[in-house]
């Protein structure tokens, strides 16, 4: 078994790879196999799976980047994510990829998804939307339809049949994926010291560019790893934090939260790997079904996330209380819309519930963290010495 400092090194590396070298030598070692991107946050990496794909998460280019031709492309009132997308297809980093998806989260994602068509990045570009009518008849159907468009556009490419069997052997997979990312957050809610936020997030990051079974093979160890004293507890208050589910926060601001005395028990920032919450039923002779099921059923809840009837601010306090939270912080991307229009409503379900928030705003390759650093060590004093 690896170390696990070897273990997060090999992580770091892979999670900010921006020219995709690991899934690129994966794709050249058999004829039939194919590169699909995705965009944030969650779609059904299933089918990609069972069609001989490898679903790579593209989450942005941060500040490991310099974005030039990417501002000519976006006003300046909209967040950072796709002009350091756009910035990554103008150049060779997604060369070799075959296909990109671009999940139903906001105008900006749209937008993008008719950027890449216009400039003929890959064979298919694919805008995926979600069901809003969660009727398994209306919106389980439509979801299926959208499926079976996505295995339509890689049969087209590499003439790999989708079978049923195929579907069930991924859906296993990934169950098994999902279940090792939450022991891990299990064990992190009762030692938080065992394994930083950041070493959690350089973990589950790299699982969106590598082949899913290699990635749980990883989790069993760190799993193995943490289960043994590791660290030293500090007095920290534990937090949950919120709003960071699309464009991703800087790792010198998750640093940052940690260093001001907040273990991150909760976070949203890697939510496509932990979109559905629970096991999918790998069993029946209809996964397609079994996989719109699971989304209409057994989502988890996000500000991209249609919620009627299921109210995320709800959702949040009872995760903050699952987590024994002592706090939420509320982190959403500049010019984020869906996460900046819900937050309103969640901090009214906080102070309903008697849970102390904060919140603030960055962009990914923000560089200055002096302030967020001093909110979030006065929210954490203020928490020890008056909660």
């Known amino acids: 078994m690896k170390s696990l400092d070897t273990i997060l090194k090999e992580c770091e590396d892979l999670a ?11 794709k050249a070692e058999h004829i039939n196999r194919i590169l699909v991107g995705y965009l944030p946050i969650y779609i059904p990496r299933e089918v990609i799976h069972a069609a001989g794909g490898l679903p790579v998460g593209i989450l942005g280019a941060g500040d ?33 990829f075959d296909g990109f998806m671009f999940p139903a989260i906001c105008d900006c994602v749209r937008n993008l998804s008719g950027m890449f068509k216009l400039s003929n990045k890959g064979k298919f570009q694919r805008y995926f939307d979600y069901p809003q009518n969660f009727d ?12 079976e468009k996505v295995i339509d ?22 169950n098994r994926n999902r279940k090792l990312i939450e022991e891990i957050y299990d064990i992190r809610q009762q030692y938080p010291w065992r394994l930083s936020a950041v070493e959690t997030y350089y973990i589950l990051r790299a699982g969106i560019t590598i082949p899913v079974e290699e990635h749980n093979k990883l989790l069993e160890q760190v799993v193995e790893h943490i289960d043994k004293e590791r660290g030293e ?14 464009e991703q926060p800087p790792i010198g601001l998750i640093k940052s939260i940690e260093l001001a005395g907040c273990y991150i028990v ?4 890697m939510l496509g790997s932990r979109w559905i919450q629970g096991e999918i039923d790998a069993t029946t002779d209809n996964p397609l079904k079994a996989l719109a099921n699971a989304y ?5 809840f996000s500000s991209a996330y249609y919620d009627v009837g299921n109210p995320k ?35 009214k379900e906080c102070d309903e519930a008697g849970i102390p928030h904060i919140n603030f705003q960055f962009h990914e390759n923000t560089g200055q963290f002096k302030v967020i650093k001093e909110q979030a060590g006065t929210f954490s004093d203020s928490i020890k010495l008056w909660a």
């Not at 209409?296 to 988890?300: A, E, F, M, R, V």
């Open 16 to 26: 900010f790879d921006l020219k995709f070298t690991r899934a690129k030598k994966w």
């Open 64 to 96: 490991r980047k310099q974005i030039i031709k990417g501002d000519a492309y976006y006003q300046s009132y909209i967040c950072h994510l796709p002009r350091g997308i756009i910035e990554m297809a103008l150049d060779t980093n997604l060369n070799d």
């Open 136 to 147: 398994p008849l209306v919106g389980g159907t439509f979801y299926i339809q959208e499926m």
């Open 153 to 174: 556009d890689m049969y087209n490419i590499n003439n790999v049949k989708v079978t049923e069997e195929n579907i069930n052997k991924a859906i296993l997979v990934y």
């Open 233 to 246: 507890p500090m007095d920290n208050i534990r937090v949950v934090i919120s709003g960071s589910f699309c």
């Open 266 to 269: 909760d976070d949203d920032f």
């Open 296 to 300: 209409i059923n057994q989502s988890t």
């Open 313 to 347: 601010g709800k959702r949040l306090v009872e995760l903050a209380k699952m987590r024994n939270a002592d706090g939420i912080i509320f982190s959403a991307a500049s010019f984020c819309d869906p996460a900046l229009l819900d937050r309103p409503q969640m901090q």
